[in-house]
């Protein structure tokens, strides 16, 4: 019988792990920097599931910052107006014109395709940037770095290890983060794609109250994306419904019977294999306010795996591209761009260490507070709009409904900066 032969370990400096908006904006911001990094991904090939999200004006910021909101731009419809009603009632509550006239300054805001948005950051990596298959199994320390054990018995060690593998990150838990907080509430999402133009207004039209938030986004002209969010001990919700898209739909439309007719007939002719259902999660905001929750010496988090947070202001991606802009900042001032081929390989272990640490921790000091406001103002956002108290409904119908609208604007107003500094 042979001896077995020790694994090898592959060197990289940079690895990221997750191949979702996180990582290959994060991937992609890192490449424009002149850094390369290797980015994980356990699927075997791009992961495009889901339906879409809404990128506000700090996405777009993001976006250009990395080269591609011009591309993105192109494939969606930019919103002309939010519009809420009572989901009560039917009757309008709020509304907000975004013209030319009226928007804020450089305002940009529209619903994507995730598909294309990944699809998008993909191509303009270098060849060989993601490795498919890769599921990381184990995470360990090797003096100063990091050792990955995937399943294919592979081993990588690494100089700087990113988390952007989501609410279930591998790479959070073995940081030792808290488990996330249940929100106590759900949400059912819907894409319908229509053979012509739908017709729908190029607006974000919205339905709060009664412990629903109901909510209609269309991506281009031929493309609807829509939400349902709720919460189920308000509604006699029956979780055993989650595995019968037929129950999913059903339930949708008994939540939306005073929605116009218009939205009624988007639900109506949303097919049952465009039917999603998900609880919903978050971090404890408080949780982020402590930097080893952040940053753990070489290694940090990214969006998701970093601060899931409830959808009621659509930041959850538009955050995550934040986080990739300021990281690859972070990392690349920490090792000049202007080093040359193997520079980093001379440095001493040491120095090394203490120049990714100190970027590092930089990351984390200029994302702390934002992410803790994102995570906060979200999850009240949510509450505000979905509650079917008496007092909150009157105040939701007088003035809540156009005050959550601003808020998710003024949210949404925030530069993350370029990538050159």
Known sequence: MQPQKEQMEINEDIVIVGAGIAGLATSLALHRLG?????????????????????WTNAW??????????????????????????????????EISLDANKKPRDYDS????????????????????????SRVVSIQDSGLFKLLH????????????????????????WMGLQKLVDANRSAIRGYVEYPESHGFEPKFCAYFGGGVRIGFLPCDYKSLYWFCTFTPSAVNYDESIEGSPIKMKQFVLSMASNVSKEAYNILQRTSLDSLYC???????????????????RNTCLVGD?????????GQGGCSALEDSVVLARCIAETFSIKLPTGMLEKLEDDELYNRIKVGLEKYAKERRWRIFNLITTSYLVGLAQESNGKVISYLREKFLAQFTIETMLKMGDFDCGKLLT
């Open 150 to 173: 995937l399943a294919d018995k592979t081993v990588l060690r690494t100089k700087v290890l990113i988390g952007c593998d989501g609410v279930n990150s591998v790479v959070a838990k």
């Open 305 to 313: 795996a970093l601060h899931p947070m409830t959808p009621d202001i």
């Open 35 to 55: 850094l390369r990094s290797l980015v994980l991904e356990s699927s075997d090939s791009l992961r495009t599931s889901g339906f879409a999200l809404a990128l």
């Open 110 to 133: 529209r619903c994507m395709k995730r598909q294309e948005i990944v699809e998008t950051l993909e191509k303009e990596l270098p060849p060989g940037t993601i490795k498919y298959s």
């Open 278 to 296: 998900a609880k919903l999660k978050l971090r404890s905001p408080l949780n982020i306010l402590m930097r080893d929750n952040i940053v753990k």
């Open 61 to 94: 910021r993001a976006l250009d910052a990395l080269g591609v909101g011009d591309s993105l731009r192109q494939r969606s419809l930019q919103f002309s107006r939010f519009e809420a009603f009572s989901a009560v009632s039917g009757k309008p509550t709020a």
